[in-house]
DNA sequence: TTATATTGCGTAACGCTGTTACGGAAAGCG
DNA sequence: CGCTTTCCGTAACAGCGTTACGCAATATAA
């Protein structure tokens, strides 16, 4: 029955799986707390004590899971851009044409920034640092966003639908178009409405057609 | 001598010009202590305290000169546009040919974001809503930077340089690019080098050129 | 079962922050 | 000289991120 190990053995085992369990849902309780709070407040008037109340729990228990407000901001960032991430591949994966590939990833992208907008502040625009600095090798999320793209920039490359080029700058470009309408269109609110952001949207979709497409 | 006016009457005239004075003068310095105190801080770490010390004067008195710390954020922005406006003058008016014109504003623009990052972030991605919040009718320098473009569009859609369209539109889809590129470029730091930038930036050029100019 | 070791968490505190109520000193003014 | 206005600092409030410390509960071993 008991291969070699004892039931004594066998309890310790479970039992420390349970608590590793039980830590891990913690930290997933407080990240989800963290969101929703963020969503509501903010990126300022968000705080640790606020998050620690939601959850239950004393705000320097947080400190156990996270080792600071900014590792949980970047945790939340990297929660963003696999959200991010996961648009992006399904756009990409929306058609098999490579110019429609990338129509359809720069109307992803923008739809994102549309829909969830206080997260893109956070990620884009608030805590741009956090897209390059290297935090123990952890930024696989945004790494990945960026390379669907520019996947898709040198697949285009290769079918001779764009330009040749180096195509980290050509995805650079686009991103760069993508991303002042986006900002814009968050930034703007009432000023900037609806049909400005899709007038300027198919604006930038013809240029990059024009301007960096083959012909 | 005395047209109507006792010499106490000129004296309480003077006397009161030279208290507006002062008061000027000390609003002046509060502004010039929060840009430099925030040029070394940064966004974050910019407190009322450190102010009031640099410039000898209690945290309480910023008060009497600014309702609030957000205030003060808005006249340093405001400071920064006029700035930033200048330059994209002096770049309009380094050549009457419309192409070179918009090629000049768009150089500029990057140029300042990249002179100025501090700033720039601060106008551009931290406190983005200043952009079009009306704030007492007192957002001219941001209007004025915008027109300038978009004058240069329109001035250059009537040379039959840009192709015919909306100028605001197409406005608003040159400045996504640029900037997009001179975000990216800050935030980007040693990961995305000068070389990048350049090249970026050329390809963005000529992605305008062929994108939305006539030919 | 009992004793020891480990884990998990809260309390209290430090030094900050933006902001306000209040009072006192100085200057203007008749 | 006396009154009024202007100007500014002190003290305080509520909140912030963060840390040192200690207690209680649990796990482990005898």
Redesign the interface.
């Given at each position: 029955m008991s291969q070699s190990t004892t039931q004594a053995e066998r309890l310790r085992e479970v039992s420390r799986r349970r608590r590793e369990q039980e830590k891990e849902d913690l930290r997933r309780r407080i990240l989800d707390a963290t969101g929703s709070l963020f969503l509501e407040q903010g990126y300022e008037g968000l705080s640790m004590r606020q998050i620690a109340e939601r959850i239950g729990y004393s705000a320097t228990t947080i400190y156990r899971y996270y080792n600071d407000k900014d590792d949980l901001l970047f945790a939340i960032v990297q929660d963003g851009f696999m959200r991010f991430g996961k648009e992006l591949v399904k756009a990409a994966q929306s058609s098999d044409d490579p110019r429609e590939r990338l129509a359809a990833l720069g109307q992803a992208y923008i739809n994102f920034g549309l829909k969830n907008p206080i997260y893109y502040?956070l990620m884009f625009?608030?805590r741009?640092?956090f897209?390059?600095e290297s935090r123990a090798e952890k930024q696989a999320p945004m790494i990945d966003s960026f390379a669907v793209l520019q996947q898709a920039v040198e697949q285009g490359m290769q079918a001779g639908v764009l330009r040749q080029?180096?195509p980290?700058?050509?995805s650079?470009?686009i991103?760069?178009?993508?991303?002042?309408?986006t900002?814009?269109a968050?930034?703007?609110?009432k000023?900037?409405n609806k049909n400005?952001v899709r007038?300027?949207t198919k604006?930038?979709m013809?240029?990059?057609?024009?301007?960096?497409m083959a012909r």
């Amino acid at each position: 029955m008991s291969q070699s190990t004892t039931q004594a053995e066998r309890l310790r085992e479970v039992s420390r799986r349970r608590r590793e369990q039980e830590k891990e849902d913690l930290r997933r309780r407080i990240l989800d707390a963290t969101g929703s709070l963020f969503l509501e407040q903010g990126y300022e008037g968000l705080s640790m004590r606020q998050i620690a109340e939601r959850i239950g729990y004393s705000a320097t228990t947080i400190y156990r899971y996270y080792n600071d407000k900014d590792d949980l901001l970047f945790a939340i960032v990297q929660d963003g851009f696999m959200r991010f991430g996961k648009e992006l591949v399904k756009a990409a994966q929306s058609s098999d044409d490579p110019r429609e590939r990338l129509a359809a990833l720069g109307q992803a992208y923008i739809n994102f920034g549309l829909k969830n907008p206080i997260y893109y502040q956070l990620m884009f625009m608030q805590r741009f640092d956090f897209l390059f600095e290297s935090r123990a090798e952890k930024q696989a999320p945004m790494i990945d966003s960026f390379a669907v793209l520019q996947q898709a920039v040198e697949q285009g490359m290769q079918a001779g639908v764009l330009r040749q080029g180096d195509p980290e700058t050509t995805s650079i470009v686009i991103w760069s178009v993508v991303h002042g309408i986006t900002s814009l269109a968050i930034a703007g609110g009432k000023r900037f409405n609806k049909n400005q952001v899709r007038e300027s949207t198919k604006l930038a979709m013809r240029m990059i057609g024009e301007g960096l497409m083959a012909r």
